[in-house]
């Protein structure tokens, strides 16, 4: 069973900069695909981010947040610059057989981590 535990969330300036981490156990990570996507309140979890032979993003973050993985410490990155107050969420990052921009492509799912952003 994988575990996956998400790291780096907090609450920062609109501008600033926050690198969140997610760890995984279990499993074969380089085997998985890895995405991240968010969920604002009172809106739906969408789609931010996705890694697995190749890179994907949402039109909203492209340009401003990178992904990626070292599967050496069998961990994927989100790299988010240039932050906005709409980027305020509660961050989750998902393990899945390929990257897919659909939730329920992924079965593997970290507890979320909260980026609030300040204007």
């Known amino acids: 069973q994988v575990q996956l535990a998400e790291s780096g969330g907090g609450l920062v300036q609109a501008g600033a900069s926050l690198r969140l981490s997610c760890t995984a156990s279990g499993g074969t990570f380089s085997s998985y695909a890895m995405g991240w996507f968010r969920q604002a309140p009172g809106k739906e979890r969408e789609f931010v981010a996705a890694?697995?032979?190749?890179?994907d993003y949402s039109a909203s973050v492209k340009g401003r947040f990178t992904i990626s993985r070292d599967n050496a410490k069998n961990t994927v990155y989100l790299q988010m610059n240039s932050l906005k107050p709409d980027d305020t969420a509660v961050y989750y990052c998902?393990?899945?057989?390929?990257?897919?921009?659909?939730?329920?492509?992924?079965?593997?799912w970290g507890q979320g981590t909260q980026v609030t952003v300040s204007s």
């Open positions: 890694t697995g032979w190749g890179s």
């Open positions: 998902a393990g899945g057989p390929a990257r897919s921009r659909s939730q329920y492509e992924y079965p593997y």
